[in-house]
């Protein structure tokens, strides 16, 4: 079964930077999409990034020249460099993954992601 793991979250104050990892165990699927995800309690689930197997990226407006997408394939790994946080990037970020992905649909948050982690805590204070 799929698992999704992440890590990297923290507290930092504002303009500093983290790294968020998402270790995918037993996911074997070549052609893919994946993405970061966030949400507070209360509020509606917002779509940070999404990459899909082919490397097209896609970014928030929220988060675009700040954060960056990545993801090494040889270890599982996708990654989330945040830069530049500000306190209203405070939130549970999650990582997400799709499974049977074919290289000709379009990569985005609206994209239906099969597998999810459990969530990394980002708080950015001013």
């Known amino acids: 079964q799929v698992r999704l793991v992440e890590s990297g979250g923290g507290s930092v104050q504002a303009g500093g930077s983290l790294r968020l990892s998402c270790a995918a165990s037993?996911?074997?699927?070549?052609?893919?999409?994946m993405g970061w995800f966030r949400q507070a309690p209360g509020k509606k689930r917002e779509g940070v990034a999404t990459?899909?197997?082919?490397?097209?990226?896609n970014y928030a407006d929220s988060v675009k020249g700040r954060f960056t997408i990545s993801v090494d394939n040889a270890k599982n790994i996708l990654y989330l460099q945040m830069n530049s946080l500000k306190p209203e990037d405070t939130d549970m970020y999650y990582c997400a993954a799709t499974g049977g992905w074919r290289s000709w649909y379009v990569c985005s948050p609206r994209t239906d992601f099969g597998y999810w982690g459990q969530g990394t805590q980002v708080t950015v204070s001013s």
């Open positions: 990459i899909d197997s082919d490397g097209s990226t």
């Open positions: 037993r996911y074997t699927y070549s052609s893919y999409c």
